[in-house]
């Protein structure tokens, strides 16, 4: 099986993807004003650098979207055509993930995170909530 490429954690994501490779979201929320984030080391609405981490809810929304018909790297391949796209966390930060299920695709669907194993690397992909 060949597994999608996963980015290297770096000192501000660290936690972000160790919390994945754990099998859940987690996300650092600002000591001084309270804003969410994925990764960070210096927040960027007040310049805060203490954070807590806090475990995301898995829910969100899709912010946009994109149909993917062309793979551009084998793990995708039999995959195509593919769902991908923005999606707003519950909690307000937004990444870019697969989106899988057979609900309705839309701006502002509601989605819930699942964590995929691949190779010991977690890997977050969003399922459209049947509604
Ligand atoms: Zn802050």
Avoid: K, N, Y
């Avoid at 290297?8 to 969410?36: K, N, Q």
């Avoid at 990764?39 to 898995?58: E, K, M, N, R, W």
């Avoid at 993917?68 to 991908?84: G, N, R, S, Y």
């Amino acid at each position: 099986m060949t597994f999608p490429p996963i980015p290297e954690p770096d000192a501000a994501s660290a936690r972000f993807f160790a919390a994945l490779d754990a099998g859940r979201i987690e996300l650092l929320r600002c000591a001084d004003c309270g804003s969410m984030h994925l990764a960070a080391l210096i927040c960027d609405a007040c310049g805060g650098t203490q954070f807590a981490t806090v475990p995301a809810s898995g829910a969100g929304i899709v912010h946009s979207f994109t149909r993917l018909h062309m793979a551009h790297h084998p793990a995708f391949a039999e995959q195509l055509p593919l769902t991908a796209g923005v999606v707003e966390l519950a909690e307000g930060p937004r990444l870019f993930a697969q989106l899988v299920g057979e609900g309705t695709l839309a701006i502002g669907a509601p989605v819930s995170a699942e964590i995929r194993d691949c190779d010991g690397r977690g890997v977050a992909v969003f399922r459209l909530v049947a509604g």
